[in-house]
């Protein structure tokens, strides 16, 4: 059994975007500032810091969570993706692209949280209605768009990521 | 906003995590999937010296089709609400994990920590009184289960001992006959309920209510199981439906707060009571 100290720091190795990572932490540090102050992946976002609003929304094992609601410590050993895993060097993805021709963003505060949501979203949901991606976004606080961008860019990823993989059937 | 330091433990077993609350009692905290009291820490309503983490507990996770369902206290409420098998012989909870936060927490959040958190406006724990399930709670000494209905005592406050962990919940299967309905009233789809009703209803062969079990949450303290024994008998149809919410209503003693007044959430509970009634009635007939 894992037990520490609530001064201790203690090392934390995990697997950020396919690369392994590693830092220091005490049990109290949660996850985003982990992320962000330790790993330097400033991508994701810190809103409310309780679980509100979504900004800080990562993947963690596979599944769409807020990362300011758990603690480092409890990512030992975890595969997480971050905003910073989705574009090709300078090409964005299929989704960030959609984001940007509909636009899914002004300030962009929300961003990487609804981008890693939408994500996991896609894959459980490859040909989601107009309802169930709001529904998904109900987990998330935009104060720019509107939300009707984001909508749109979202259903439009799923048409796109649809046609790559007839696609690739077809080939 | 950061919690104040704690220290961690991480408890691979039961065995490990009931030892540690026999030894720590009133000091250890629990930590399930943290849509609760996680944002309690970072706001430092809770100032726990030990924060005991049970999510890599093997097998606490598990949903067992028997007698009755049952599902791991650290079953996560989005894996539960993807089992359709499951939702075929617990049809109140397809009504009603829609409901539970949004995706991204129901993929962390579980049902143990749902229920031993006891927010009144809570939904599962109110499902779980509507149904009649029953609440496993793992010690040292032993393992004793608490029917639904006299787990949650108030605000925050229920049943369990502090050197108890619940280890699962036991929900009735479906019944023949039977119709199940869930409604509730949000500012937001996904916050907290200003009310919420639930019911199951089993008719006889002759239409008439053979068992009635309704239930109100965010309405009072804790979810508050309505007496409908005066309507047993009675048939199952629209004017019934009415005397029961109407009546059902009166008796409630209504929390206010800045989200409602106490009128406000009675109303409510008829008319939600009114329409999960004849839902189900109608699920029933039509089935
Ligand atoms: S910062 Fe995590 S949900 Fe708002
Ligand atoms: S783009 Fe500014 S908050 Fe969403």
Redo the contacts with the bound molecule.
């Keep these: 059994m894992r037990r520490i100290g609530g001064n201790e720091r203690h090392r934390i190795e995990l697997t950020v975007n396919g690369r392994s990572h590693a830092g220091e932490a005490e049990p109290r540090m949660l996850l985003s500032d982990f992320l962000r102050h330790r790993l330097g992946l400033y991508g994701t976002h810190v809103g409310c810091e309780h679980g509100v609003c979504g900004a800080c929304t990562v993947i963690v094992d596979g599944r769409a969570v807020r990362s300011c609601t758990q603690y480092a410590i409890q990512a030992e050993g975890a595969t997480i993706e971050t905003v910073e895993g989705l574009a090709d060097g300078e090409r964005l993805n299929a989704l960030q692209q959609a984001f940007h021709e509909h636009h899914g963003?002004?300030?962009?505060?929300?961003?990487a949280g609804?981008l890693m949501s939408a994500v996991h979203f896609l894959k459980e949901n490859p040909r989601p209605s107009e309802a169930a991606v709001r529904d998904m976004l109900s987990g998330h606080?935009?104060?720019?768009?509107g939300y009707d961008g984001?909508v749109r860019a979202i259903l439009d990823a799923a048409g796109t990521l649809k046609d790559q993989t007839k696609e690739t059937i077809g080939e | 906003m950061k919690p104040v330091a704690f220290d961690y433990c991480r408890p691979e077993s039961v065995e490990e995590a009931t030892a540690l609350l026999h030894e720590l009692g009133g000091d250890a905290v629990l930590l399930a999937g943290g849509m609760s009291l996680g944002p309690m820490l970072n706001m430092r309503l809770v100032r726990p010296s030990v924060i005991v983490d049970i999510n890599r507990i093997e097998g606490l996770d598990r949903i067992v089709l028997n007698d009755s369902v049952v599902i791991g206290a650290m079953a996560r409420q989005g894996d539960v609400m993807a089992d359709v098998n499951l939702l075929g012989e617990v049809p109140l909870l397809e009504a009603v994990l829609p409901h539970v936060g949004h995706f991204q927490t129901r993929n962390r959040g579980t049902f143990g920590g749902s229920v031993g958190h006891a927010d009144p406006s809570a939904e599962i724990p109110l499902a779980l009184v509507t149904l009649g399930g029953t609440v496993e709670l793992t010690a040292r000494r032993g393992v004793r289960r608490v029917p639904a209905a006299e787990f949650f005592h108030g605000v925050l406050t229920t049943a369990r001992r502090a050197d108890e962990m619940i280890t699962a919940l036991h929900w009735p299967r479906r019944r023949r006959r039977s119709g199940y309905a869930f409604e509730e009233v949000a500012q937001r789809h996904g916050d907290f309920a200003i009310a919420a009703v639930a019911c199951m209803a089993s008719l006889g062969e002759g239409g008439e209510l053979a068992e009635l079990r309704l239930a109100f949450g965010g309405v009072e303290d804790r979810p508050i199981l309505a007496d409908t024994s005066s309507f047993i008998g009675a048939p199952a149809d629209g004017a019934s439906a009415a005397e029961i919410a109407a009546k059902v209503a009166d008796g409630l003693e209504p929390m206010e707060d800045i989200a409602a007044s106490a009128d406000y959430r009675r109303a409510l509970a008829r008319t939600l009571g009114l329409s999960v009634l004849e839902r189900a009635f109608e699920q029933v007939a039509g089935s």
């Design positions: 963003l002004q300030c962009g505060f929300c961003s609804i606080i935009c104060r720019c768009t984001i």
